[in-house]
């Protein structure tokens, strides 16, 4: 267990509303990331944040925000959500300073835009 | 442009048997290159990782083999049990702090 929650693991909504979701770890680690998950595309990067305040663009970041105002937390937004955006999404955690391949991701977050 | 290609999205394998995935890449940057196994409703865990100084690692059965100049690497399961269906991801890393992952493969291992 790395620490991480995801909030909420459920949600459905409807297109063209605001959905935050958000990723809480106890570790302190500095690297923190988000991913969807969709059906023969595997693990897709969205963001991911190097640090408080820091972020950087992934795979596939258009239509997605992110924040970070302190190390324990990383906040994934969709600003208006779209049907293309129902997925599940994982966050993960780096446990090192080196980019050594591994990661800890979280339970996931499902979220369905009707 | 999917960095890193995947094969075969699905596989179904005795109980016993040798499971085999594939991947490849296009970025000689990378210099990481793990494999992930995710159960269902579960997030993606870390199985096994080489760099490209190794052509193999083996750790009990699960063996990565590495071709550095075909730029492939492939995952092989021995004596697979009903326990190892999972999807397998294979990954790469390297140059930045990015991890690119493969598309992924269902494995079913039949009693």
């Known amino acids: 267990d790395a620490g991480i929650t995801q909030s909420p693991r459920h949600k459905v909504t409807e297109t063209g509303t605001p959905v935050t979701l958000r990723c809480h770890q106890t570790e302190n680690h500095r690297y923190m990331y988000w991913y969807r998950q969709d059906p023969g595309h595997g693990l897709r990067l969205i963001h991911y944040?190097?640090?408080?305040?820091?972020?950087d663009k992934g795979e596939v970041s258009d239509g997605y925000s992110v924040s970070r105002s302190k190390t324990e937390d990383f906040l994934l937004t969709l600003e208006s959500a779209t049907s293309s955006q129902t997925s599940v999404y994982f966050c993960a955690i780096r446990p090192g300073l080196a980019n050594t391949g591994e990661l800890f991701f979280g339970e996931g977050s499902r979220l369905t835009v009707l | 442009q999917q960095q890193v290609k995947q094969s075969p999205q699905s596989l179904i394998v005795q109980k016993g048997g040798i499971s085999i995935i594939n991947c490849a890449y296009e970025?000689?940057?990378?210099?990481?290159f793990p494999w992930y196994q995710q159960f269902p409703g579960k997030g993606p865990a870390l199985l096994i990782a080489?760099?490209?100084?190794?052509s193999e690692k083996k750790e009990g059965r699960f063996t990565i083999s590495f071709n550095k100049s075909a730029k492939q690497f492939s995952l092989h399961i021995m004596d697979s049990q009903p326990g190892d269906s999972a999807t397998y991801f294979c990954?790469?890393?390297?140059?930045?702090?990015?991890?690119?992952f493969g598309t992924g493969t269902r494995l079913q291992v039949f009693p």
């Open positions: 080489i760099r490209p100084d190794v």
């Open positions: 944040s190097y640090g408080v305040k820091d972020t």
């Open positions: 970025n000689t940057a990378f210099d990481y």
């Open positions: 990954a790469a890393s390297g140059g930045t702090d990015k991890l690119i």
